[in-house]
């Protein structure tokens, strides 16, 4: 009930609001006031075993059409509104013994779904990694092999097509034990598999040291004029021949500019090597050959000739 003009009764009345039909009425003369309106309260209801129980969850996850059953399968609930085990229940423990094709597959998903939370991913590349973790598994059963570097694996391969890569070393940090060479070797094999199943070369994409540039400076707390100059360096850097990999030629960049830097706090070798992963000899290598084109890599605006003499000889 409320209050609201009417035009027949030329007043303010009581009205009636009728749910079923969206209809506001007033209760004087009958005047369908408003029709069809929406109703902007909660659409859902409470269907919980027990009425203090006021979970409002009445539906399943989405669907996912990688699975058998798309994802929609029933489970029986627990005994008692939940606060027993649902095994104790017959059906429960038939469920249970029950064959699922589809429980391996759930296990892993879960498993790259944690890695990508760790990690920041996008739901994209978590969704490919999955696709191809489903491709692979149904080529060719994965038993026997290390289960933990394939979903790694899998999750390395999303992100390069994705185009936002990671490290081997920062996947390695959340894949629950499996080794660098391990998820390398998991890393071929896969690959190995999807050509075979493609007839033709798989398609990686490119790295580039601009890709993990960012992400190293927001580690190392650097102010946004010197991650801006690391940029443009890294960017200039393309236009050389420089032999090293994307990784450690980033890596070389924010030591140079670190040392130009006006901040008073001088990061070392050893602080770029912790935030990017690189060991100190490869950063060392690397700038020892990007040294002698700082002055072209360098931005003007950023230090000028005299600056660039501060820098460390290699």
Known sequence: MGDSFCPECK???EVVFDHSAGDTVCS??????????????????????????NDPVRV?????PLLADGGLSTVI???????????????????NRG??????LIQAFKAIATMSDRLGLVATIKDRAN???????????????????????CLYIACRQE???????????????????EIGRAKEYIVKQLEVEMGQSMEMGTIHAGDFLRRFCSHLGMSNQAVKAAHEAVQKSEELDIRRSPISIAAAIIYMITQLSEDKKLLKGADVSLATGVAEGTIRNSYKDLYPHAARLIPSWYAKEEDLKNLCSP
Do not use: M
Not at 60 to 64: H, I, L
Not at 163 to 181: F, L, M
């Open 11 to 13: 007043r303010a009345t």
């Open 28 to 53: 004087e003369c009958g005047l369908v006031l408003e029709a069809h309106s929406i109703d902007e309260t909660s659409e859902w209801r409470t269907f919980a075993n027990k009425s203090g129980d």
């Open 60 to 64: 399943g996850g989405p669907s996912n």
């Open 77 to 95: 609930s627990r005994p008692n509104g939940g606060s027993g085990d649902y095994l104790s229940s017959s059906l429960g423990r038939w469920q």
């Open 99 to 104: 064959s699922n094709p589809d429980r391996s």
């Open 131 to 153: 696709e191809i973790y489903k491709k692979v598994e149904d080529q060719k059963p994965l038993r026997g092999r290390n289960q933990d570097a394939i979903l790694a694996a």
């Open 163 to 181: 185009d936002k890569p990671r490290t081997v070393k920062e996947i390695c940090s959340v894949a629950n034990g499996a080794t660098k060479k």
